[in-house]
């Protein structure tokens, strides 16, 4: 079965301090994979996405991610937290024949002056 | 592009009363989907469409939810009766194709946010 298995429904850091938010899957084919933000009452915003080109992908609002095969992992950084990166950030597997997307539990980002 | 457009943004209704959600995908899109949120079971994809066409709705909980798309513009989800369990933000996502598999992003709207009482 495919999945997504996000670590850590809540992490806290300091403005400034690294961010990093863990994501796992599972995946009989290639896996095609997201990192959406939610803000407060909002839709979710695309940060970046995975489609088997490079295996470092670089997003908006100074995000990035790494696609490690190996690992099955596909964690998502910023060197930076700023204030406004405080929101909830789901990582999802594209499913189905290509049109499913499967999420995570999500994970709550709370950064502190 | 106004992006996706969701109506209304907040409903409250009681219980047994039939409640209808609204979406207008991004123009161009041929699919489009609906998702539910909630903190117990997180997101969920309740039913897709692709070309105005239901292709899986193995994600709708019951009988009472019914969802349709009579053109490229517009869907609405349905729920009668509705029932307190059915509380939830609703999501509306559109998307489009490239070729026959789909590594195009989906847009989401901004979702109704349904109180049952």
């Known amino acids: 079965a495919q999945s997504v298995t996000q670590l850590g429904s809540h992490v806290s850091v300091s403005e400034g301090a690294l961010v990093l938010l863990r994501c796992n899957y599972s995946?009989?084919?290639?896996?095609?994979l997201f990192w959406y933000v939610q803000y407060p009452n909002q839709g979710l915003q695309l940060l970046l996405k995975?489609?088997?080109?490079?295996?470092l992908v670089k997003g908006i609002n100074g995000f990035e991610a790494e696609f490690k095969k190996s690992e099955t992992s596909f964690h998502l950084t910023k060197p930076s937290a700023h204030m406004s990166d405080a929101a909830e950030y789901f990582c999802?597997?594209?499913?189905?024949?290509?049109?499913?997307?499967?999420f995570g539990t999500g994970t709550q980002l709370k950064v502190e002056l | 592009d106004a992006g996706v457009i969701q109506s209304p943004r907040h409903e409250v209704t009681e219980m047994g009363q039939e409640v209808t959600l609204r979406c207008k995908p991004i123009?161009?899109?041929?699919?489009l989907f609906w998702y539910r949120q909630t903190m117990m079971r997180g997101l969920e994809l309740l039913i897709y469409?692709?070309?105005?066409?239901?292709?899986?709705d193995s994600g709708m909980p019951e009988d009472r939810f019914s969802a349709k798309m009579p053109n490229a513009s517009f869907s609405t989800l349905k729920i009668q009766p509705s029932e307190p369990r059915d509380s939830a933000v609703y999501f509306c996502?559109?998307?489009?194709?490239?070729?026959?598999?789909?590594?195009?992003?989906?847009?989401f709207g901004p979702g109704t946010r349904l109180t049952v009482l």
């Open positions: 999802a597997l594209l499913t189905g024949g290509g049109n499913k997307l499967t």
């Open positions: 123009s161009g899109h041929n699919s």
């Open positions: 469409f692709n070309n105005n066409v239901p292709i899986d």
């Open positions: 995975y489609t088997s080109a490079a295996t």
């Open positions: 996502a559109s998307s489009g194709l490239a070729g026959g598999y789909s590594t195009d992003t989906q847009y």
């Open positions: 995946s009989s084919v290639p896996p095609y």
